[in-house]
T-cell receptor
Framework: AQSVTQLGSHVSVSEGALVLLRCNYSSSVPPYLFWYVQYPNQGLQLLLKYTTGATLVKGINGFEAEFKKSETSFHLTKPSAHMSDAAEYFCAVIGTGRRALTFGSGTRLQVQP | GAVVSQHPSRVICKSGTSVKIECRSLDFQATTMFWYRQFPKQSLMLMATSNEGSKATYEQGVEKDKFLINHASLTLSTLTVTSAHPEDSSFYIC?????????????FGPGTRLTVL
């Protein structure tokens, strides 16, 4: 079984500041990890994913995430927030033998001018 | 990139009626599609896994007779909410899995907002 915990349901940053959205996972098998972004009344857009190989994964819109097995974490970062980054962000995991994603509860990112 | 569409994007219906939602993968074939439900300000909850040419697999607690899923082709899955009631009002999102290997990725549709009066 697998699960995802996103710490902080709301995160507020100033424009230009560092964005850090936290995600910890639990999985009995090597996980595949994903970050998705959702804008109001829209579906989900894949930001980035980790399957195997390099633990630092770069995604779209300047986001990146680092898989840390020892910490069971997959935190999402962006060096400089932009107003357009304001959205809901979901961390998700797939474990072996299961094809559906298990989502975290989501983190709403607000960007203040 | 892979594109998944949903139709309709928004539907309002009366209690007791049935509503069909379509999910299409526009530029790839998807042997597996998923249906999720999202309540306001909450995460996505998997309802069922739809496999082309076979019966859908429903998650625990999801009524299969109420939420009928058909995956008749490699590019189309439909979700029919039968005898809809106000508590069925929600945001329904489908996703299509591209690929069959270990690195497959799910691509999500834009969602369908169902309001049952």
């Amino acid at each position: 079984a697998q699960s995802v915990t996103q710490l902080g349901s709301h995160v507020s940053v100033s424009e230009g500041a560092l964005v850090l959205l936290r995600c910890n996972y639990s999985s009995s098998v090597p996980p595949y990890l994903f970050w998705y972004v959702q804008y109001p009344n829209q579906g989900l857009q894949l930001l980035l994913k980790y399957t195997t190989g390099a633990t630092l994964v770069k995604g779209i819109n300047g986001f990146e995430a680092e898989f840390k097995k020892s910490e069971t974490s997959f935190h999402l970062t962006k060096p400089s927030a932009h107003m357009s980054d304001a959205a809901e962000y979901f961390c998700a995991v797939i474990g072996t033998g299961r094809r559906a994603l298990t989502f975290g509860s989501g983190t709403r990112l607000q960007v203040q001018p | 990139g892979a594109v998944v569409s949903q139709h309709p994007s928004r539907v309002i219906c009366k209690s007791g009626t049935s509503v069909k939602i379509e999910c299409r993968s526009l530029d790839f074939q998807a042997t597996t599609m998923f249906w999720y439900r999202q309540f306001p300000k909450q995460s996505l909850m998997l309802m069922a896994t739809s496999n082309e040419g076979s019966k859908a697999t429903y998650e625990q607690g999801v009524e299969k007779d109420k939420f009928l899923i058909n995956h008749a082709s490699l590019t189309l899955s439909t979700l029919t909410v039968t005898s809809a009631h106000p508590e069925d009002s929600s945001f329904y999102i489908c996703s299509a899995r591209r690929g069959t290997g270990s690195f497959d990725t799910q691509y999500f549709g834009p969602g369908t907002r169902l309001t049952v009066l």
